[in-house]
């Protein structure tokens, strides 16, 4: 078994890192972090060790200065459950899930789990369903239903949903197949384009502009990421696309944010304005939502040559379920993790990791792949394609081992948080959030700007 600082280690050589920087890291804390049979300590620590890093790099390339990056292993895992620990005026999250969202039973006995905190999803699942949005006449309808078969309908329908699989069955899938030996995070040379220069600042990713299209978690937390580092982030959103109230305040931290509305005309026209002043545009999007607003990959590098492109999916880029929506619960759900965390924990039903490991995990990776991608723009020029996957980052987490003892660790509250949580005023009131966990001895990450509502800022760069 890999200790941390060997992932770390292939992590970033993998993607061109210098081996020397990765002796100015320090990585402290043990295993188990967290109450789980998988090692979300340590992919916690490594992910944001990476994004650290990378954040430290470009400092070094931009000024020739080197700094260490430290990171703290428990501070590391409660950073990738941040919208937990959030507090706004004192006052802990409502209900995280919508009234029908969660795990059922089907007639052939399997477990299928669903994610309705959005109204059209729930809605779909209704409809196939043919049944009211209420726990009871939903179980009752899947009864009727073979735990594939609803699955594959629901897709269809337009909702999200997986059914539980071991991991012997997710890895007997096509899907599993058609990503297995693509690496953790792709990049790849989409355009030509001159090197653009580093412009002035004093924090690593100072003057540099990012367009975040992104809701719910990996996205925004890789945008969160890159604002800690000085980034000028500008999440987008629309007035027309629903959204969870808290992970906005938990992810929007350090951002503008703006409403355009992609399916104007003028819409498009105002984002690809912004594009054109933009270094990073990052996005978790299926890809023919925003091809067919002229925002693929392809397009953006014609609009802004040396534009770092960033892409989310959930199942992977290839294979016939690189088009379908996905949050972090329900890949958990379908490539194994819940039947194997429920094996180790001795219970009958599907059982969750402790924290929205893919999610928060894939969110640094992202941040770490767009940092990467920026500084052999600056050094070789070219436009630069980035992607990260759910499901990806779920294969890297299973290939980093098990843990026998993992389910017995302490859960952390209370006291534990001493430390790692700062409080500030913001758009909402006054919150108490969880600190960056990667410490860097010249430039310390901070966010600059209170997170605030959904289009608070007009959309335009500017100081």
Sequence with gaps: MQMPRDILAELWTDQGGDRTALDRV????????????????????????AAGLAAAEIWRARSGVAQDVAVDMRHAVVECRSERYLRRDGNPPPPAWDAIAGVYKTGD???????????????AICKVLSCAPERD??????MQWNGEAFET????????????????????????????????????????????PWPQGARPLQGLRVLDLSRVIAGPVAGRTLAAHGAEVMLISSPQLPAIPWLTIDTGRGKRSSFVDLDTEQGRATLHGLLAGADIFSQGYRPQSLAARGLAPVDAARVSPGIVYVSLSAYGRSGHWAERRGFDSLVQCATGFNHAEAQAAGVDHPKELPAQMLDHGSGYLMAFGAMMAKLRQAREGGSW?????LARTGKWLWEMGRLDDGLHAPDIAGDALTGLIEDGPSGFGMLSAVRHAAVLGL?????????????????VWGP
Excluded: C
Aim: hydrophobic letters at 45%; aromatic letters at 6%; charged letters at 15%.
């Design 443 to 459: 430039t310390p990450a901070q966010w600059v700007r209170p997170a605030v509502p959904l289009g608070t800022d007009p959309p």
């Design 26 to 49: 320090t990585l402290t804390g043990s295993e188990p972090a967290l109450p789980s049979s998988f090692r979300v300590g340590a992919a916690a620590q490594v992910s944001i060790a």
């Design 153 to 196: 309908a629901a897709y269809a329908a337009g909702g999200v949903v997986a059914l539980m699989r071991s991991h012997d069955e997710w890895t007997a899938l096509p899907q599993s197949q058609a990503f297995a030996e693509l690496p953790l995070i792709e990049i790849t040379k989409i355009g030509e384009a001159a090197p653009r």
């Design 137 to 142: 006449a939903v179980q009752a309808a899947l």
């Design 109 to 123: 006995g399997r477990f299928v789990r669903l994610h309705t905190n959005f109204p059209h999803h729930r809605d």
């Design 385 to 389: 394609h980035v992607q990260v996957s």
